[in-house]
């Protein structure tokens, strides 16, 4: 019911930028949290960012200064600037978004996932 779509990954080097985007569908009411995960081979998946629907911010420590989250409300689309990358950010990278689904009989809440973006970083 609900589909999330990544773009933006992508083969940069160590100081380059990238800009991630996830578009949420679906049959959504509303979406609160919205969040960037990321997963490095051999290591266990990682909360990168996440960002309410009123706008406030969490980061991991190591991407503090480096990634900005954000959100377009209207578009049910988050965003991840990544800036000043360095190789340990290499990962696939996965959007999620915590939504109000709408049923025939009601509503419900439940956390969505995209497919995840690489994003490589090397020179």
């Known amino acids: 019911q609900v589909q999330l779509v990544e773009s933006g990954g992508d083969l940069v080097q160590p100081g380059g930028s990238l800009r991630l985007s996830c578009a949420a569908s679906?049959?959504?009411?509303?979406?609160?949290?919205m969040g960037w995960y990321r997963q490095a081979p051999g290591k266990e998946r990682e909360l990168v960012a996440s960002?309410?629907?009123?706008?406030?911010?969490k980061y991991v420590d190591s991407v503090k200064g480096r990634f900005t989250i954000s959100r377009d409300n209207t578009k049910n689309t988050v965003y991840l600037q990544l800036n000043s990358l360095k190789p340990d950010d290499t990962a696939v990278y996965y959007c999620?978004?915590?939504?109000?689904?709408?049923?025939?009989?009601?509503?419900?809440?439940?956390?969505?996932w995209g497919q995840g973006t690489q994003v490589t970083v090397s020179s």
């Open positions: 999620t978004a915590d939504c109000l689904v709408r049923t025939p009989t009601g509503s419900y809440e439940n956390r969505y």
């Open positions: 679906g049959s959504i009411i509303s979406i609160n949290v």
């Open positions: 960002i309410r629907s009123g706008g406030s911010t």
